[in-house]
């Protein structure tokens, strides 16, 4: 017969880590900034081309230019939608593959920054950044120069 396992009573060694402090919101360039737009919906969100053209307008109404549009649909496909159980990635909101394609038009276009039309939060805001070396924002994190 098994034992059952005994857990180590010791008192960790782990060093409690300083709160991160967050990041400040991500101020547009009244200049005319090349930006990347990307949206992660579900199968279910049937007017995302809605979304995602009422974001470049408002990004385009303050000078930002829109080089390319990348979307993430989830459960679309009929081997998507046997996965939409299965948790996507709450670190980066995009699958690898795509978060991969994100950079890869980013680096292209020499974008200043990657905007999502989702709201992100600041861990996924750090991560993003980190990942594709230029700012990644939702687009509600947004500041707007109107110089």
């Given at each position: 017969?098994?034992q059952?396992?005994?857990?180590?009573?010791?008192?960790?060694?782990?060093?409690?880590?300083?709160?991160?402090?967050?990041?400040?919101?991500?101020r547009?360039?009244?200049?005319?900034?090349?930006?990347?737009?990307?949206?992660?919906?579900?199968?279910?969100?049937?007017?995302?081309?809605?979304?995602?053209?009422?974001?470049?307008a408002?990004l385009?109404?303050?000078?930002?230019?829109?080089?390319?549009?990348?979307?993430?649909?989830?459960?679309?496909?009929?081997?998507?939608?046997?996965?939409m159980?299965?948790?996507?990635?709450?670190?980066?909101?995009?699958?690898?593959g795509?978060?991969?394609?994100?950079?890869?038009?980013?680096?292209?276009?020499?974008?200043?920054?990657?905007?999502f039309?989702?709201?992100?939060?600041?861990?996924?805001?750090?991560?993003?950044?980190?990942?594709?070396?230029?700012?990644?924002v939702?687009?509600?994190?947004?500041?707007?120069?109107?110089?």
């Open positions: 017969m098994h059952p396992r005994r857990h180590d009573r010791r008192p960790s060694r782990r060093k409690a880590s300083a709160p991160v402090p967050p990041l400040p919101p991500y547009l360039p009244a200049t005319g900034a090349d930006v990347v737009l990307v949206g992660f919906f579900s199968a279910k969100q049937k007017d995302f081309e809605t979304v995602m053209v009422e974001a470049a408002r385009a109404a303050h000078g930002a230019r829109v080089v390319a549009r990348i979307v993430q649909r989830r459960g679309v496909s009929s081997g998507g939608v046997r996965r159980d299965l948790p996507y990635s709450s670190r980066t909101l995009l699958s690898h795509k978060a991969r394609e994100v950079a890869h038009v980013a680096d292209r276009a020499d974008a200043e920054a990657v905007v039309a989702n709201p992100l939060t600041q861990h996924q805001r750090r991560a993003l950044t980190t990942m594709f070396g230029r700012p990644a939702g687009v509600t994190d947004i500041l707007f120069d109107l110089d």
